[in-house]
Structure formats: C-alpha cells, structure tokens
C-alpha cells in the first residue's frame, strides 16, 4: 500500500507581501491615534486635575504633534492614489529624528527634577511624571519610526486608496493640533512667554 503524504500549503511569494503592505498602511494611521491618546492623557491632566502645562510641556507637546507628522504626511500622500517607498521612508525617517530631538527637551525636564528632594511637577502616574512618559514615549517613537524607514521597501503600500478611515485619522489629528494651539494660546494669553509654573489661563484675566 502506498503511503500517500499530502504536501502542505505553502503561501505564494505574493502573499507575505501583500500582508506586509496592509501592515505598512495600518502602521501610519495606528501611530497617529497613538500619539493623539498621549495628547489626550496630557488634556486629562491639564483638565481634570487643573495642572496647566509648562512652557517645557508645551514643547513636548509640540513635539509630538510634529513626531506624528511624518506618518500623517504618508496617510495623505494616499490621496494620490499610491505610497512610494522612497514616500514611506522620508515620512518614517522624518519622525524618528523628529521623536530624538524632542527627547532631548523631555530629557531636560527630567534632568530639572532629578533629585531626591524634588517633588517633580505634575501629579505622578505610576510613579513617574509625564514628562518621564514622554521621553519614554519619544525613544519609543523613534525606534518604531526607524524601524520602518529601515523597512521601507518591504511595508509600503504601494497603489492604495484614501479610505474613509485615513480621511477620519487625519482629521482626528487636526482636531488635536487646533487643540494644542488653542490651549496654549489661552494660556499664554497676548504675552510674550508661558510662566515658569503656570497657574491659570492668562488670556482671561
């Protein structure tokens, strides 16, 4: 009696590619939600505990949003009806030197309060103040972004179309930057310079 053994499946050559493209256009839209959930939890506290942002938290904050640009900017170029590779890897590369610069201002508040003496600013979560998140948060950014400006020819997506999803992703993203700006305005009101240790919104009174 012959044994019969049944060859197993093997995926075609196109089909890892294909999952490689939809991971690398998830990527983009899951990166800019990310950084909009951290600008959120920023809001929470600014809002819900009254502790107004420094002028050192403001820059982290804009940090962020221009981290996240990169990513936003490949989610757009969808609208021309493709992603390039040299695309992806400049939008990705951008916000990997994007999230290191911006570590460096989290870096200096971290350094501001270092000591053991030092209460920090801000109320703590999880033992460690937002500014500690963010450069936490900024090493984080910059990997992944390094990381997919180093795969580039394998995540991108090629000929895509601008979804209704990437279209509600940008906007989320433009709400959040408004938002910042918004905030810090009122903040700062018509004067030159945020104060040292902000304890109101100067822009009403």
């Known amino acids: 009696m012959r044994n019969v ?3 197993r ?3 075609s050559a196109s089909t890892a590619p294909r999952a490689l493209a939809r991971l690398g256009l998830l990527l983009p839209h899951l990166f800019v939600l990310g950084m909009c959930a951290v600008l959120l939890g920023g809001f929470v506290f600014q809002f819900g505990l ?3 942002p ?3 938290c403001m820059l982290q904050r804009m940090g962020m949003m221009l981290t996240a640009m990169g990513p936003a900017w490949i989610i757009a170029k969808s609208r021309n009806g493709a992603i390039s590779q040299a695309d992806y890897a400049a939008g990705f590369g951008l916000s990997a030197i994007t999230g290191l610069l911006s570590a460096v201002i989290s870096g200096r508040q971290v350094l ?4 053991p003496t ?3 600013f801000d109320t703590a979560l999880m033992g460690l103040h937002l500014y500690t998140w963010a450069l936490i948060t900024f090493f984080i950014a910059a990997l992944v972004c390094g990381g997919a ?6 995540l991108s997506p090629g000929t895509v179309r601008c979804s209704t999803a ?3 992703v940008l906007c989320v993203f433009a709400v959040f930057i408004a938002a910042n700006l918004l905030s810090c305005f009122t903040e700062q009101g018509f004067h030159w310079l945020l104060p040292h240790r902000p304890d109101g919104y100067r822009l009403f009174g």
Not at 112 to 115: F, G, K, R, V, Y
Not at 149 to 154: H, I
Request: hydrophobic residues 40%; glycine residues 8%.
């Open 166 to 168: 990437s279209k509600a």
């Open 118 to 120: 030092d209460p920090g």
């Open 112 to 115: 501001l309060h270092i000591a």
């Open 5 to 7: 053994t049944q060859a």
């Open 50 to 52: 009254g502790e107004a």
């Open 9 to 11: 499946p093997t995926p």
């Open 54 to 56: 420094c002028p050192l």
């Open 149 to 154: 400006a180093l795969f580039a020819e394998e």
